[in-house]
């Protein structure tokens, strides 16, 4: 098994929770969710904030896909070593 190399972070409106209703300006320095009309003044780092909860968990999808991915690979080269065992 590889490693993902890439991850998605669906940003949702933070009234309604919709995940693809939004109109943004050309810098998105000013977002809207069309479906309940909610304004994102300070654009789409306003809306990253008010996402932290999804950055998180992505960091800890992320953690924990790394550290199994590591020690998949140092269990697979240190296999058969009589002086080296894994729990």
Same mark, same amino acid.
Not at 7 to 35: M, P, Q, W
Not at 54 to 79: M, P, S
């Given at each position: 098994?590889?490693? /993902?190399?890439?991850?998605? +972070? &669906?940003? =949702? #409106?933070?009234?309604?929770?919709?995940?693809?209703?939004?109109?943004? $300006?050309?810098? !998105?320095?000013?977002? /809207? #969710?069309?479906? #309940? $009309?909610?304004?994102? +003044?300070?654009? +789409?780092?306003?809306?990253?904030?008010? $996402? =932290?909860?999804?950055?998180?968990?992505? /960091?800890?999808? +992320? &953690? $924990?896909?790394?550290? /199994?991915?590591?020690?998949?690979?140092? =269990? !697979?080269?240190?296999?058969?070593? &009589?002086?080296? !065992?894994? &729990?």
């Amino acid at each position: 098994m590889g490693i /993902k190399k890439e991850y998605t +972070i &669906k940003l =949702r #409106c933070a009234t309604c929770g919709c995940e693809d209703h939004f109109e943004y $300006n050309k810098d !998105k320095s000013y977002v /809207k #969710c069309t479906f #309940c $009309n909610r304004e994102y +003044i300070g654009g +789409i780092e306003e809306l990253k904030e008010l $996402n =932290r909860n999804a950055f998180d968990d992505t /960091k800890k999808e +992320i &953690k $924990n896909d790394v550290t /199994k991915h590591l020690q998949d690979v140092l =269990r !697979k080269g240190f296999k058969g070593n &009589k002086f080296i !065992k894994f &729990k």
